[in-house]
Structure formats: structure tokens, C-alpha cells
């Protein structure tokens, strides 16, 4: 489904990516764990090309998708992504921000769109909240819309950069409830996450990234139990606690 | 229920005010006019019959002004765009683009010129440079200077054309070149406030530039500028009296100066002046401060209603 390879990225003389490889495959969750600054979040963003990567290969179903003449708009409506500061439409009510992408981009006729708006509101559990502001709602109740705006792109996979920890406490359960419901829906999901119970019960694979590289990748109990490298177990232990 | 008293009773007291403010307004104006017509002997019929002239010069400084501002918007807003765009020396882009192409293996393109990078590029380095200069310039430089030289211009180059035709283009030019100048400097504030994730999560639900620009960026960039664009364009309505220069323009300070130093009606003149400038002024406040309330969106510029805040 989702397959990178030898990925690199520089901003200017930092080099963020040094030779990523990983593959995703359809209706898996992978889990993307690290220390901040290790390049997770541009990894994420070197998959839909929010950020360019300067060498390797993005392919989405086995098409390269970072060349020259493969438009950024089409890749990023393939993958959906949800930011760790959410970033609703500050302008837009909770179902505007989910039609948005429908009625611009997909070119959805407008009430069709808001049928499916709330149909999709009310599957994160905020059917009641789609003419609240952002600023009406909760953190955990923004990121809710904001999956719900991904989600409305019907993308084929989605991308989660630490989507849970912008979050108070008491709010982090709602979020990873409605994504741990989207994976046994089968949606292939990326998810860059410090939550080591989203992702034990719903993740197959974690990959731990440090500093640019991937340092190890393995199932769950591996990763957190007995982790072959030092590093992973020196990381683990600080998140574990 | 109680909500529903409560949003009448303030809309009521709300009207209150309103009349409560034209009544003070009008009453010190109509005092201001008696003490004057008391003291320095203000021919009142001179106002009662020509104040209709006034206003008729008064609806050319209002169509010049409402022109160039307009016109001025389109231009303030693209070089402000243009003056908020981040980007990069072009020498820098090639690299970055062999080294995308290099790696691009089943490409095929690796080492090809990259004239598209380059367009792209170039035109937006190329106009931030020159929406720049123009800024430099425009601010750098009087306005009275500015209704001159377009004036100049326009005699040079057309110089059979009618003159008071001549004094409005070359207002209407410097008034709209101006205001430009200025308004790209408020969009350009207005754009680079809306938060940068908001344009992420606008190109991560696919739309283009474009799009981002009009359904995310410049709907929250509008409702944050509309208090410095008001300000413009009331400087803009009383800088249009420079356009007195070019004295073929009958408007309203042009047509006040003429009836005060020609027909020699000083004070009348001015008062009816200065009445009328305010009568536009402070209407167009209050319909802004009106369009402001009713788009007003919670988490977004001013918060409070102005009773909450006493």
C-alpha cells in the first residue's frame, strides 16, 4: 500500500532523513515511535508531500509518487493526515471543516457533502456538535473533526502525527478509542504516537526512529519487552515509566 | 425563554444607544454652528442654499477615493501575497531539484534542466523583489508628490485630453497606486498571522495554493484586516483632498477652497467641509463595526462583545 524507500531529507545542513526504508500494507497499523527530533514528523509529511523529500522514492500502490509530473494535490487526497495541533479551520463550524475538502477538491455536490459530514461527525461521536466553532470545542473534540476531515477525503490510508499529545489527560481516551474503531474498519493507518496502549492493542509493527534513522522494527511486545538494541531499550524505558 | 428577553433587551438597549449617539452627535454639530455663526458671524443662508454644491463635489472625492480603493484592494492583495511568500534564491532551487530528480531512479528525468522549477521560482522571487520596490517606493515618497508626477504623466501623454478628465485619471492613478502600496502591507500582515498549520491542514485535505488562499487563509485574514482596511480607506477619502493640486477636479475640498478664497465664504466653506468629510467618515465606521459583529467567529481576532468588556 504505502512502500518508501531510502528516503532523505536535509533542511539546509541538518539531515533530518537518512535513508528511510518501510512499508505499510493494506489495512495495517504501524506505529512510528522515537525521540523528538528524530525525524518522525517529517517523515509523515515526506509521504504526502507536505515537505519534499530531496532522494529516495514515496510509491502509493506501487506508483512512485514524488516525481516532477504527479500532482501534490492528488497524492495528499490518497492520504489523509491529522496534526498534532489538530488545526481545524478556525473559520469553520465542526461540519464545515469536514465538507470542506468534499465540496473544493472532490467537487461533491454541497448537500450531499453535509449528509456525509454528519454521517462522519456522528461515527467520531460528535453528531450533536457540527455547528460548534473549534473554538466551542474540546481539544479532544477537535481532533475527533479533524479525523472526520481526513476521513471525508475518503483517503486509503491516513497518516496521525502524535495526535494525542496536544491533549489534556481526560481527553486522550476519545481520540485513541475512534482510531483504534477506524483500524478494525481496515484502514491502513501510520501512526507516530508515545501511547504504548493504542499501540500494543492496535498496532503489528512499531518502528523505533532515532535521528534520522530507523533503528529497529519489530511486534509490539518485542519493541516494549526485549528490545534488541540498546537505544530502543534506553527510549522505551524513559516512555514506559 | 430568558435567552430570548435577554437578546431583546440588549438589541433594545442597543437602539437606545444608536439614537442616544446621533442625538449628542447632531446636537453638539448644531451647537458648534451656532457659536460659530455667533461669533465670527457664519452666514447660515449661504449653507442652507449651497450645501447641495458641497455634496455634489463631495460625491466626486467619494467616487475617486471608492475607485482607487477598490482597484487598490486587487493590487494590495497579490503584492501582499507576494510580499508574504517564503522563498528561495534560484541557484538553491536547482540544487534541490537534481537532487529530487537523482534520486527519482524510474523518473528518468535526473539531470534535466529544470525549466519548470525555475518559472515557478523565479516568478515568485522575482515578484516579491518587485512587490518590495514597489512598497519602498510608494510609502517612501509624499502622496502630494505622487498626484503630480501621474498628473504630469497623463498632460505628457495625452495632452489634448479634457482637463478635468486629466485631474481625475491622474488622481484616481496616484490615489489607487498609492492605497496598493499601503493595503499590501495589511494583507500581507493579515495573511502571515493566519497560523501555519491552517495552511498545512488546507494542503494536507488536497486543495491547491490557490485554494488554501481562498477558503482557509483569506476568510480568517479578511475578518482579522477589516479594522486597518476601514482606517485606509477613511485616510484614503481625506488624503483624496490633495487631488486639490489639480485643481480641474471639482472635489470637496477643492470646490470648498475655491468658494472660500474666491467668493470669499472662509468660514461656511470650511464648516460645510469638514461637516460632510464626517458625515462619510463616521457612517462607514459604524457599518463596518456592524459587518465586523455580524461575521465575527468565536477563537478568531476580537472576542468580547463590547458590553462584556466594560
Redesign the interface.
Known amino acids: 500500500m504505502i512502500r518508501v524507500e531510502?528516503l532523505?531529507k536535509h533542511f539546509g545542513s541538518l539531515h533530518v532523513l537518512k535513508g528511510i526504508d518501510l512499508e505499510v500494507q493494506k489495512g495495517e497499523v504501524l506505529v512510528i515511535i522515537g525521540p523528538s527530533g528524530s525525524g518522525k514528523s517529517t517523515l509523515l509529511r515526506c509521504i504526502?508531500l507536505?515537505i519534499?523529500?530531496?532522494?529516495?522514492?514515496v510509491l502509493l500502490e506501487g506508483v512512485?509518487v514524488?516525481?516532477?509530473e504527479i500532482k501534490?494535490?492528488?497524492v495528499?487526497?490518497q492520504v489523509?493526515?491529522v496534526?498534532q495541533?489538530f488545526?481545524?479551520?478556525?473559520?469553520l463550524t465542526a461540519l464545515q471543516n469536514v465538507t470542506?475538502?468534499p465540496i473544493?477538491?472532490l467537487e461533491e455536490d454541497p448537500e450531499k457533502a453535509a449528509v456525509r459530514g454528519r454521517a462522519l461527525l456522528s461515527r467520531v461521536g460528535l453528531g450533536d456538535k457540527a455547528d460548534a466553532?473549534?473554538?466551542?470545542l474540546s481539544g479532544g473534540q477537535q481532533q475527533r473533526v479533524?479525523i472526520a476531515?481526513?476521513l471525508?477525503?475518503n483517503p486509503k490510508a491516513m497518516l496521525f502525527d502524535e495526535p494525542t499529545s496536544a491533549l489534556d489527560p481526560e481527553y486522550i481516551r476519545e481520540v485513541l478509542d475512534v482510531m483504534a474503531l477506524l483500524a478494525r474498519d481496515g484502514m491502513t493507518m501510520i501512526v507516530v504516537t508515545h501511547e504504548m496502549g493504542f499501540a500494543s492493542n492496535v498496532a503489528r509493527r512499531i518502528l523505533f526512529i532515532d535521528a534520522g534513522k530507523i533503528i529497529e522494527e519489530g511486534a509490539p511486545e518485542e519493541i516494549f519487552h526485549s528490545p534488541r538494541e540498546e537505544r530502543t531499550r534506553a527510549f522505551v524505558s524513559k516512555i514506559l515509566r | 425563554m430568558a435567552r430570548n428577553t435577554d437578546i431583546q433587551n440588549r438589541r433594545r438597549m442597543r437602539i437606545f444607544d444608536t439614537i442616544a449617539a446621533i442625538v449628542v452627535t447632531v446636537g453638539a454639530i448644531l451647537y458648534l454652528l451656532d457659536t460659530l455663526a455667533i461669533r465670527w458671524g457664519l452666514n447660515q443662508q449661504y449653507i442652507a442654499t449651497r450645501y447641495p454644491d458641497y455634496l455634489k463635489a463631495a460625491q466626486v472625492s467619494l467616487y475617486v477615493t471608492t475607485i482607487s480603493y477598490f482597484v487598490g484592494m486587487g493590487i494590495g492583495f497579490v503584492l501582499g501575497w507576494a510580499r508574504s511568500v517564503h522563498t528561495l534564491p534560484l541557484a538553491k532551487v536547482i540544487e534541490?531539484y537534481r537532487?529530487?530528480?537523482?534520486?527519482?531512479?524510474?523518473?528518468g528525468?535526473a539531470g534535466m534542466f529544470p525549466i519548470?522549477?525555475i518559472l515557478v521560482h523565479g516568478v515568485k522571487y522575482y515578484l516579491k523583489r518587485i512587490a518590495d520596490a514597489y512598497v519602498a517606493i510608494i510609502r517612501g515618497t509624499p502622496l502630494f508628490v505622487q498626484i503630480i508626477f501621474a498628473w504630469s504623466v497623463i498632460i505628457t501623454y495625452s495632452p489634448r485630453m479634457d482637463l478635468t478628465l486629466q485631474g481625475l485619471l491622474a488622481g484616481i492613478l496616484a490615489l489607487t497606486v498609492n492605497t496598493g502600496g499601503y493595503q499590501s502591507e495589511i494583507f500581507r500582515a493579515g495573511i502571515t498571522t493566519v497560523?501555519s498549520?491552517?495552511v498545512?491542514?488546507?494542503?494536507?485535505?488536497?486543495?491547491?495554493r490557490w485554494?488554501a488562499m481562498r477558503?482557509?487563509i483569506l476568510?480568517?485574514a479578511v475578518?482579522l484586516v477589516i479594522p486597518p482596511l476601514t482606517n485606509e480607506y477613511i485616510g484614503l477619502l481625506k488624503a483624496s483632498s490633495l487631488v486639490v493640486i489639480v485643481g480641474a477636479v471639482t472635489e470637496l475640498t477643492t470646490f470648498g477652497r475655491r468658494e472660500a478664497f474666491i467668493n470669499f465664504h472662509v468660514f461656511e466653506a470650511f464648516a460645510l467641509v469638514t461637516g460632510i468629510y464626517l458625515l462619510i467618515t463616521v457612517p462607514v465606521s459604524k457599518v463596518v463595526e456592524w459587518v465586523e459583529r455580524r461575521y465575527r467567529?468565536?477563537?478568531?481576532g476580537i472576542q468580547q462583545d463590547r458590553a462584556a468588556r466594560v
Open positions: 531510502d532523505q504526502n507536505l519534499e523529500p530531496d532522494g529516495g522514492r512512485q514524488n516525481r516532477p501534490r494535490e492528488w495528499r487526497e489523509g493526515m496534526f495541533s488545526n481545524l479551520f478556525t473559520h470542506l475538502g473544493r477538491v466553532y473549534p473554538a466551542q479533524a476531515r481526513a471525508a477525503m | 534541490v537532487r529530487t530528480t537523482a534520486a527519482a531512479a524510474d523518473g528525468r519548470r522549477a497560523h498549520g491552517q498545512e491542514a488546507a494542503r494536507a485535505i488536497g486543495l491547491s485554494g477558503h482557509v476568510p480568517q475578518r467567529v468565536p477563537g478568531l
